[in-house]
């Protein structure tokens, strides 16, 4: 069945880039009706959606986060990235990949999360 | 930006006992588009209904979604202990985004 990790550093220093990738196993990332996305979840809050991207390059973004970000996905690998620039404290926070069902829009498969942490 | 507000914060219930979350829009909502999701501590969130009623694969049929336009409801209609967890809707709009609400955290009384 399909499976999503996400995997990238722990520990980011305020002001650096935050890069994050997910692989996808069991499937394929071209598979058509699905976007791939990332959403996020501080230590003891709630579910951010931060950027979802089809396999052709078509992406969008949270206008809250848009000016930092740049998503990418590499069909060779089966993967997708985030890059999140400037961070600060406020982007400490479990990162979930998460694939979409186009039609629908819902996330119906997700990775385990990542927990990120930004501190000097 | 539509912002979608749950309520209660918190829900204090017994095993058998039905649960009625909430999820209210800010502006109208395509119920195509309006989802729910449980989260258990540590685990990613499951994807419990899309298109504001109809059910993921796997999921009991005690759990059922019903509204439209702005208000929107997740029943469970007897409560098991596994069902204690936090919920979330979710919303995808006009402008090409998701928004969650806050979520509702059932918890066992």
């Known amino acids: 069945q399909l499976q999503l990790e996400e995997s990238g550093p722990g520990l980011v220093k305020p002001s650096e880039t935050l890069s994050l990738t997910c692989t996808v196993s069991?499937?394929?990332?071209?598979?058509?009706?699905?976007?791939w996305g990332w959403i996020r979840q501080p230590p003891g809050k709630g579910l951010e959606w931060i950027a979802s991207?089809?396999?052709?390059?078509?992406?969008y973004f949270n206008s809250s986060l848009k000016s930092r970000l740049t998503i990418s996905v590499d069909t060779a690998k089966n993967q997708f990235s985030l890059n999140l620039t400037s961070v600060t404290a406020a982007d400490t926070a479990i990162y979930y990949c998460?694939?979409?069902?186009?039609?629908?829009?819902?996330?119906?498969?997700w990775g385990q999360g990542t927990m990120v942490a930004v501190s000097s | 930006e539509i912002v979608l507000t749950q309520s209660p914060g918190t829900l204090s219930l017994s095993p058998g006992e039905r649960a009625t979350l909430s999820c209210r829009a800010s502006?109208?909502?395509?119920?195509?588009?309006l989802a729910w999701y449980q989260q258990k501590p540590g685990q990613a969130p499951r994807l419990l209904i899309y298109?504001?009623?109809s059910r993921a694969t796997g999921i009991p049929d005690r759990f059922s979604g019903s509204g439209s336009g702005t208000d929107f409801i997740l029943t469970i209609s007897r409560l098991e202990p596994e069902d204690f967890a936090a919920y979330y809707c979710?919303?995808?709009?006009?402008?090409?985004?998701?928004?969650f609400g806050q979520g509702t955290k059932l918890e066992i009384k």
């Open positions: 998460a694939r979409h069902i186009a039609m629908i829009r819902v996330c119906d498969i």
């Open positions: 991207i089809f396999h052709n390059g078509d992406s």
């Open positions: 069991g499937g394929s990332i071209t598979s058509s009706g699905y976007y």
């Open positions: 298109g504001a009623s």
């Open positions: 502006q109208s909502v395509s119920s195509t588009y």
């Open positions: 979710q919303q995808f709009g006009s402008s090409r985004g998701f928004t």
